[in-house]
């Protein structure tokens, strides 16, 4: 599958209903979490750092699609720009 086609599919996906509601209930599960936390009196170092994490890769997870369509249009203008070789000798 070409670069092209894949910063194709990401887009669509970024943009599709589908996303949207993922989005949106991820968004809503993190605002929970938070509150939970921010809540709970109870709770032990290790259960904060493992909600911390949690809502850290939820985030990382939204963040993807944009993070890996930048990655692969900096891979696709690299591949496409000219190739660079030394300065090319004058002849006059």
Known sequence: ???????????ELSESRGWATLNSTMKD??????????RS?????QEVDFN???IWAA?????MPVK???????????EEAPSRQGPTERTD
Not at 41 to 45: D, G, V
Not at 59 to 63: F, I, P, R, S
């Open 59 to 63: 985030e990382q997870m939204l963040n």
């Open 68 to 78: 890996l369509i930048h990655k692969m249009e900096g891979e696709l203008s690299f």
């Open 1 to 11: 599958m070409s670069l092209k086609s894949q910063i194709k599919d990401l887009i």
């Open 52 to 54: 911390r994490g949690a």
């Open 41 to 45: 009196k109870e709770m032990s170092s």
């Open 29 to 38: 599960e993190i605002v929970s979490l938070a509150l939970l936390m921010a």
